[in-house]
């Protein structure tokens, strides 16, 4: 067991639904997991699956309504993040936890200079006047890579990648403890791509930070993460170390991900996709909600909702075909 | 007759822009067999798809010529390109404003049916969309839904039998896939390979994602800044990248595998501008290659082994 102060973030038991005038979406259910400091965790899943509300659940910025928090603690260094007023949290956005969102064209105001975009994030959490504060931005944004007499220019006078530098330059410009980054990567180019991911690393590293890497890319997850969590559905259905998930996975779900895969390494034949589509989130099963598309499912796993099984180390899954003790997936174990 | 069911001889497409010309292709040239893929890979305005937009001159090229089953497409009129149409489909990468959101599945489906007046009827053609609609796997009760009902992979379900429906011999697959989750992804991927074996069309699949291109192509066409900078066969392209980028391109793509490492070749800086490039090779001041022979003349394509092109000074020098 991981001593409690090593831990950046406990999320117990989050819930949450958005509550529309005839339905109610359960866009998070009963979700628990843990970030060690310096630690990254990628958070891995399907439009739809609920990572990103879960993420924005931990700034406490799910848009209500239709947005509700039904239920559970998200504790950041200890203090539960949904106990806090608006004025608390204020305070701790930016400065404790930053986020950064998939698109850098729209995260970005497009009438103020890169510069005082950075220096206004500085100025709200540290006692510096607007010079000072100024050229601090020009400072971060040498840091990730940008000369600092751009700081006057305008962010349409960027590139993609330089944008989304622009946006981690504002995200780290106050030291956070936890960075939770939004598929920060998905509007870019390969080539930039891998810049930006570089730098995100190099980044991480020399302050620190806990990272929350969310994407639905797994190459991306295996370059980055140290741990990995799958989401389907609402659900954490699996989650372990990287090496843990990626060479045994244990979850039906998790191996058809990789099955749907194109492999650069291995030019397969003919692509295995997972059947059928992820369900609908206002009508989900009583039990498993991937049964529909699950090659194993018995006819109990709709009704029967999983529990969580153990591999040793951190790794679990949430599947009841494990009652079966001879159950295995087809998929084979990589061994290293 | 030959095998080749399309020809693309220095294809070539300027834009006028405030600044000067925008080469967005560049003296493009290649060839497709029949019932083949050829892969175009490239970042964002390297040309890729406005190169399959010229082909269907839904983008007039500036310069250069298109010979599709031995007719210069170039050379048509606009109602004879009309017809020509039929021939060439394109299938587009954003399922969400491809579609038009008050037309049902079936109008949808229909409507490429009605203008080229294959069948009459209004039976038979609801026949024959729902013919349609079973061959790429939309099921039956969907055919007075509309598109917002429905999601991505159903939608680009629907821009395959769309294009499907006037039985083309070309189909230009502009990113079909990248708007789609991995799992969607793999039934899109699947479903166009089935129907190129069952139809035997032939597909040009433009794209970013190189992981998609090798699993589906014969050929890979790798394209920078509106230039053609290798070309090979799928195999051998990724067996033995040649030219600097193509190596870099391949070797920024994460791998979904912890057994898998490799060298990641970090390119310096962004794609440079299009507008009035110099007569030099494109990519000379992102390589980490570059040396004093790259300041000379634009490199062409040269064949290096057999059906291996590589645009590259050092390349060619060995």
């Not at chain 2, 060298?263 to 299009?274: C, T």
Request: glycine share 6%.
């Amino acid at each position: 067991m991981e001593n409690k102060n090593d831990l950046i973030l406990e999320v117990d038991h989050l819930t949450v639904n958005y509550e529309l005038e005839d339905e109610t979406v359960e866009a998070v259910r009963d979700v628990s997991f843990q970030l060690g400091r310096g630690k990254t965790l990628g958070l891995v899943g399907e439009t739809g699956a609920g990572k990103t509300t879960t993420a924005l659940s931990i700034l406490n910025l799910i848009p209500d309504p239709p947005g509700v928090i039904k239920g559970g603690t998200i504790k950041l260094d200890g203090d539960n993040v949904l106990d806090k007023t608006i004025k608390e949290m204020s305070r701790i956005r930016g400065k404790e936890v930053s986020m950064i969102f998939q698109d850098p064209m729209t995260s970005l105001n497009p009438v103020f200079t890169v510069g005082d975009q950075i220096a206004e994030a500085i100025m709200i959490h540290e006692k510096l006047d607007k010079k000072a504060a100024f050229e601090k931005a020009q400072e971060m944004l040498q840091i990730v890579g940008i000369p600092g007499e751009r700081a006057a220019e305008y962010p349409h006078q960027f590139s993609g990648g330089m944008k989304q530098r622009v946006v981690i330059a504002i995200a780290l410009a106050c030291n956070p403890q936890l960075l939770i980054a939004d598929e920060p990567t998905t509007a870019l180019d390969v080539t930039i791509q891998a810049q930006v991911l570089d730098l995100m690393k190099e980044l991480k590293k020399k302050y620190g930070m806990a990272m929350i890497l969310i994407t639905h890319d797994l190459g991306i997850i295996a370059e980055t993460c140290d741990d990995v969590a799958v989401m389907y559905a609402g659900k954490i259905i699996e989650r372990g170390s990287l090496e843990e998930v990626f060479n045994t996975a244990r979850h039906p779900y998790t191996e058809g991900l990789f099955n749907s895969l194109p492999n650069i390494a291995e030019r397969k034949e003919r692509l295995k996709p997972i059947p059928g589509l992820m369900p609908d989130p206002t009508k989900l099963p009583k039990g498993c909600a991937f049964a529909p598309r699950c090659p194993y499912a018995k006819p109990s796993c709709i009704d029967v909702m999983p529990e969580e099984r153990h591999f040793g180390g951190t790794h679990y899954c949430s599947c009841n075909a494990y009652d079966d003790e001879s159950f295995h997936l087809e998929r084979e174990d990589i061994v290293l | 007759m030959s095998d080749i069911l399309l020809e693309v001889k220095n294809l070539k497409k300027y834009f006028k822009t405030p600044k000067g010309m925008l080469h967005a292709v560049d003296d493009v040239s290649f060839t497709i067999e029949r019932g083949k893929t050829l892969g175009i890979v490239g970042e964002s305005g390297c040309g890729k798809s406005t190169t399959g937009r010229c082909i269907m001159r839904l983008i007039e090229p500036t310069s250069g010529q298109v010979i599709f089953d031995g007719v210069d497409l170039a050379s048509l009129s606009g109602r004879q390109m009309r017809k020509a149409r039929k021939d060439i489909q394109i299938i587009f990468q954003d399922p969400f404003s491809s579609l038009d959101p008050r037309q049902t599945v079936l109008q949808a489906i229909a409507e490429p049916i009605i203008q080229n007046k294959l069948i009459k009827g209004t039976a038979a053609i609801e026949k024959r969309v729902l013919e349609l609609m079973e061959t790429v796997g939309l099921a039956e009760r969907l055919i007075n839904s509309y598109p917002h009902e429905l999601d991505g992979g159903r939608r680009q379900r629907i821009g395959i039998a769309r294009a499907l429906s006037v039985q083309p011999k070309l189909i230009i697959c502009d990113e079909p896939v990248s708007a789609l989750d991995v799992s969607i992804q793999a039934q899109i991927l699947n479903l166009l390979e089935d129907l190129q074996e069952k139809l035997g069309l032939t597909y040009i699949f433009i794209t970013h994602d190189l992981s998609v291109v090798n699993h589906f192509s014969d050929d890979i066409a790798v394209m920078y800044l509106g230039k053609m900078v290798e070309k090979a066969p799928a195999e051998e392209l990724f067996a033995h990248p040649t030219h600097p980028y193509t190596k870099a391109l391949l070797s920024a793509i994460p791998v979904p595998d912890l057994r898998y490492k490799q060298d990641r070749i970090l390119l310096k800086g962004e794609i440079a501008s299009p507008v009035n490039p110099p007569d030099q090779c494109r990519f000379r001041k992102r390589c980490y290659m570059s040396c004093d022979q790259c300041k000379g003349k634009e490199p062409s394509l040269v064949e290096m082994t057999p059906n291996h092109f590589v645009a590259c000074h050092l390349c060619q020098i060995g």
